[in-house]
């Protein structure tokens, strides 16, 4: 008993060649398109860092100010005594804010943009509410640990 084999012929291995180099060739073009359309996560690294003594802190009084991974930020107590961190770049043009006591809000002075204790927006062009920092209390000492989602 004699069993046979499908004979690859030229023409066939040929047109498989040409098959896989072209397979090949359009996951060559589609590849960076896929990657731009997802593209790998960054990984955040939220460093954890120091800002102060909880119990030095009055409710809407004064900021702590401080950079955070090169950024400035600063951190406040609400009225209920919860603390608050925000990066104090305005969302508007990216403008410093400035934490006003007297009058309870983070001014922008370059559009007259202002941001309540809690961060949202309350007057001006800005877009978007700052960019609040996650505030870590361990046993009165607050630490920013990277943001708020
Ligand atoms: S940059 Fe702050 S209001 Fe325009």
């Known amino acids: 008993m004699t069993e046979e084999h499908p004979r690859l012929t030229r023409r066939a291995f040929l047109v498989y060649l040409l098959g ?13 398109i896929v990657r731009y359309a997802y593209p790998v996560a960054k990984a955040q690294v939220a460093e954890k860092q120091k800002v102060a003594e ?3 802190l009055t409710p809407l009084g004064a900021a702590v100010t401080f950079d955070y991974q ?13 603390p608050k961190a925000f990066y104090l770049a305005c969302t508007h043009f ?9 009058n309870t809000i983070f001014y ?26 996650k505030v870590v209390d361990e046993g009165g000492v607050l630490f920013v640990e990277g943001t708020v989602a």
């Open 20 to 32: 896989l180099a072209g397979a090949l060739g359009l996951a060559g073009l589609l590849a960076p």
């Open 54 to 56: 909880k119990s030095t």
């Open 70 to 82: 090169e950024a400035p930020a600063a951190l406040i107590l609400l009225k209920d005594g919860t």
């Open 94 to 102: 990216g403008c410093i804010v400035k934490w006003q006591p007297e």
């Open 108 to 133: 922008c002075p370059c559009h007259g943009g202002a941001f309540a204790p809690d961060g949202t927006v309350v007057a001006g062009p800005p877009p978007k509410p700052l960019v609040e920092l």
